[in-house]
């Protein structure tokens, strides 16, 4: 019942945008933007599939837009898709060899007395895990399960203080991917790529980890700070006694290294590709056939690469070009310079903060919400002289820690989906980072921006 209650009403949006036509659009102008508003509500109410939502919105934009088939689904032959289908498999081959659990294993058994330290460490580890597992979503995997299977409970109480501490961790890998350019292929590339060739040309990997790195670190200090606060009535009950002891012994110790010394190489690689010319997407290749070799990987590995969700990427991917093509990110462009006429005023980048804040409560993924925003408001800005970068990133880190249901960030969604902790949380995190979202970008970002010359 409930989800025919959004299908019809996702129908009933389609119908009144398509038939009224508004914001002066024409017809098939606003056919495209009522496909996307009908994507949007049932991507967010699952009243449809998603993949079934896709087809349909991609079959969409083919016939009624200014698009070509072939550049609408051009993320199908891109170097992210392949980068992101051969480091999920690397990732799982890591996580076969087993060279991460003893790892954080012993780091967790060491710290298990302090609760602020228990906090700590999954942000220490993210840092580290992005020069070693370079898809944030198999990061939060991979640390998942090995806290999950290190910390038992006896009641319900013991239940609720394990659910923060997971919580923690999915929360410690979303705040620190941002310090790097490379911290999360799929969030970190959709800034990029729905942004303007100004912006890419300038935001290299030094430039975004000066813009990003020490101001991301304060604010994930602040961010253990208000979980302690949030979840302090759960975390009470935890006590080392919980942490268990799982058998990482044995796993072949020559696995172990040889993943170590393959990872090191193709993060060598990966750095100095400026070099050498090889792309990213090669190398992960290359490695994933040595994993197969060495029967770290095996064929129903290949399940791991999900295909609805590049799917939903390569739709989310179309959006910025296909409302850019037909003319209707113009029409926007031109309303919302009304609402954001005066970049002079101090309330100007608030007022954009508060736009992607409501498009992506409203939207849903965090990749889509940029691909309708990026496009329209970093060349807006640019024609205002600010930097298309504080627009970027200031985009990047709304969408990034704001949220409020799991299908508003996809690392966390992981994390429900496993039944690690309960939607709620997110909610209530959410309800306190709508007011610390703010906190952390004109507190903590803009003034440290400002300090490095980009305002």
């Known amino acids: 019942m409930y989800k025919k209650r959004f299908l019809i009403i996702s129908l009933i949006a389609f119908l009144l945008i398509a038939v009224f036509k508004p914001l002066g659009l024409n017809q098939n102008q606003a056919i495209v933007l ?38 609408i689904i051009s993320f199908v032959y891109s170097d992210t898709m392949l980068l992101i289908i051969f480091t999920t498999l690397l990732s799982v081959g890591i996580m076969n060899s087993g060279a991460i659990n003893g790892f954080v294993e012993r780091i967790f058994v060491k710290t298990g007395n302090n609760i602020f330290t228990i906090l700590s460490i999954p942000y220490l580890l993210g840092i580290v895990l992005v020069f070693i597992i370079p898809q944030a979503f198999a990061r939060v995997i991979i640390l998942g399960s090995i806290y999950s299977s290190l910390i038992t409970y006896r009641d319900e109480n013991e239940q609720r203080a394990k659910r923060a501490i997971l919580f923690n961790v999915f929360f410690a890998i979303t705040m620190t991917y941002m310090m790097f350019i490379n911290g999360d292929i799929v969030l970190n590339g959709a800034a990029l790529g729905f942004s303007t060739e100004a912006v890419n040309a300038e935001l290299n990997q030094f430039k975004w980890f000066t813009l990003m790195a020490l101001p991301t670190l304060v604010a994930s200090v602040l961010s253990i700070v208000l979980l302690r606060f949030i979840f302090k009535d759960d975390l009470k009950y935890f006590s080392s006694d919980m942490i268990v002891k799982s058998k990482t012994e044995n796993i072949d110790k020559s696995s172990k290294l040889a993943v170590i010394l393959l990872m090191v190489v193709v993060i060598l690689l990966w750095i100095f590709e400026d070099i050498h010319h090889i792309k990213p997407w090669i190398v992960s290749m290359v490695a994933t056939i040595i994993m197969f070799a060495m029967r770290l990987l095996k064929k129903e590995d290949l399940k791991s690469v999900n295909p609805h969700f590049l799917l939903f990427l390569t739709t989310v991917f179309s959006i910025g070009k296909v409302l850019g093509q037909a003319g209707i990110t113009e029409i926007i462009f031109q ?29 849903g993924s965090s990749v889509a919400t940029m691909s309708v925003v990026l496009p329209i408001l970093v060349p807006m800005a640019e024609s205002q002289n600010i930097n298309g970068i504080v627009i970027t990133l200031l985009t990047y880190i709304t969408v990034n820690v704001h949220f409020l249901l799991p299908f508003h960030h996809a690392t966390m969604m992981i994390g429900c989906g496993r039944e690690y902790y309960p939607d709620k949380y997110m909610t209530k995190l959410g309800a306190y980072m709508s007011v610390g979202v703010l906190v952390f970008i004109f507190l903590i970002y803009l003034p440290w921006w400002k300090l490095m010359g980009l305002l």
């Open 34 to 71: 009522a496909s996307l508003v009908t994507a949007v509500i049932l991507w967010a109410s699952n009243g449809l599939h998603k993949s079934i939502v896709c087809a349909l919105l991609i079959l969409s934009f083919s016939i009624f837009s200014n698009t070509k088939l072939l550049n």
């Open 335 to 363: 309303k919302l310079s009304l609402i954001l006429a005066n970049p002079n005023s101090p309330l100007y980048l608030l007022l954009i903060t508060i736009v992607v804040m409501v498009l992506h409560l409203s939207i």
